[in-house]
């Protein structure tokens, strides 16, 4: 075939313009040119083309099965889900990508030979980056404003391991004047004294590049550590920002008045112990639980469980007290038929009864509830999110005189 072709048009160059147009017609029509065209279709391309190519689909292929998972942790987090099961394959966001998959061909396929995006390394990894996604927006939302003013909360407690966590908040007021309190994270320290709590504060502003000139306001709980004159963590932060004014926390307050009311009277207190001490046997025997159930069945209707009283929380033990109160013949008899039983916890119900059967108790839970409820409504609006200093006097002296005029 190579004999055959004209050299003018593959070896040599064209020089006859004379007759361009005729020779052009001949060549075009040649076997040679056939030949040369077809083999040129058929020629693969390049195998560095090839493998960019491929490398190229498989990076979108990634991409797109990435941003599936991605978006299937944000569904499963937003509702509070658990992402991972006992087995490889038994958490929510597996069964959730698998039930995705059954529309994409790309993502099955991605399923059944690569793990490693579904691996809990990488699932925390993504949690992290949605978590400082959050606070960086947070921080820009604070920076942006016109009036670069913030007041910060902290709280702390230990956590499953006796860790210390403090808890830190951040409140704001936009251009609207509608006030902002937004969570920013759970930060360990190293102690509990004023000076490593409010070392972490200030650790905590200048990593999200607030100033702290701008802090004018600082609420803790009313602990030493918190709330002292020279060393707490408020007297601390007011050494570098004297502005940041301190206000002890409203219903921490609220709180430790009705402590202080429930414990001022033996009867109150010793009321209360009964209460909790009954919903220690009702969680911990489950014949009782069985019993009770039973008998408020017959006589009232379903029963309302009987619940332990939380032993920091005073303003919200009201419907503990009032499901005692309102069952209470049905406790009476379930404590009676449970003292009967002679199992190992007779003894312990008999004396209950003992006690429920004196109207010193009825007493004490009659004036505990009159509290707790009271207060607990009041503890309600003192904790919303847009409560300001001078909403929450407002809201304790409607209390106190709604409260007389009741009287």
Not at 59 to 88: D, P
Not at 91 to 96: I, R, V
Not at 214 to 234: I, W
Not at 363 to 372: R, Y
Request: with cysteine.
């Amino acid at each position: 075939m190579s004999k055959k072709a004209d050299p003018a048009f593959s070896s040599k160059g064209f020089t006859n313009w004379k007759n361009a147009v005729e020779r052009f017609e001949r060549h075009q029509n040649s076997q040679s040119q056939h030949h040369a065209v077809t083999a040129s279709a058929q020629e693969a391309a390049p195998i560095n083309s090839q493998l960019s190519t491929a490398c190229s689909k498989q990076q979108q292929n990634a991409r797109h099965c990435l941003q599936s998972i991605v978006g299937a942790m944000q569904f499963l987090i937003r509702q509070g889900l658990a992402l991972r099961g006992h087995g490889k394959e038994d958490g929510n966001l597996f069964q959730h990508l698998k039930y995705n998959a059954k529309d994409d061909v790309c993502l099955s396929d991605w399923l059944i030979c690569c793990h490693d995006y579904t691996a809990p390394p990488v699932q925390n990894e993504i949690l992290q980056l949605f978590g400082n996604c959050i606070v960086r927006n947070i921080a820009q939302t604070i920076q942006s404003l016109t009036v670069l003013q913030f007041s910060i909360i902290i709280d702390g407690t230990q956590d499953i391991t006796g860790r210390e966590q403090e808890s830190i908040c951040f409140r704001y007021v936009d251009e609207d004047l509608v006030p902002h309190e937004v969570f920013v994270g759970l930060y360990e320290v190293s102690g509990t004294t004023g000076v490593e709590i409010a070392r972490t504060a200030v650790d905590v502003l200048l990593r999200l590049n607030l100033p702290m000139s701008c802090l004018r306001g600082q609420t803790y709980d009313g602990a030493v550590n918190m709330s002292g004159a020279y060393s707490g963590a408020q007297a601390e932060v007011k050494k570098q920002q004297p502005l940041a004014l301190y206000v002890h926390c409203g219903p921490h307050c609220l709180n430790l008045i009705t402590q202080a009311a429930c414990q001022a009277s033996s009867v109150l207190r010793d009321a209360l112990e009964w209460v909790h001490d009954l919903g220690s046997l009702c969680k911990q025997s489950g014949r009782f639980k069985a019993m009770f159930s039973a008998v408020a069945a017959d006589s009232e209707g379903p029963s309302v469980s009987l619940r332990t009283l939380c032993p920091t929380r005073w303003t919200v033990r009201g419907t503990a007290i009032k499901a005692v109160l309102s069952q209470y013949d049905s406790i009476l008899t379930s404590l009676q038929e449970m003292a009967a039983a002679g199992s190992s916890t007779s003894a312990r119900a008999n004396g209950m009864h003992e006690r429920f059967e004196k109207g010193r108790t009825v007493l004490g839970l009659l004036m505990a509830l009159e509290v707790t409820e009271e207060l607990e409504c009041l503890n309600k609006s003192l904790q919303k999110l847009t409560a300001t200093i001078a909403g929450m006097r407002c809201s304790i002296v409607c209390h106190i005189h709604s409260t007389v005029e009741k009287k």
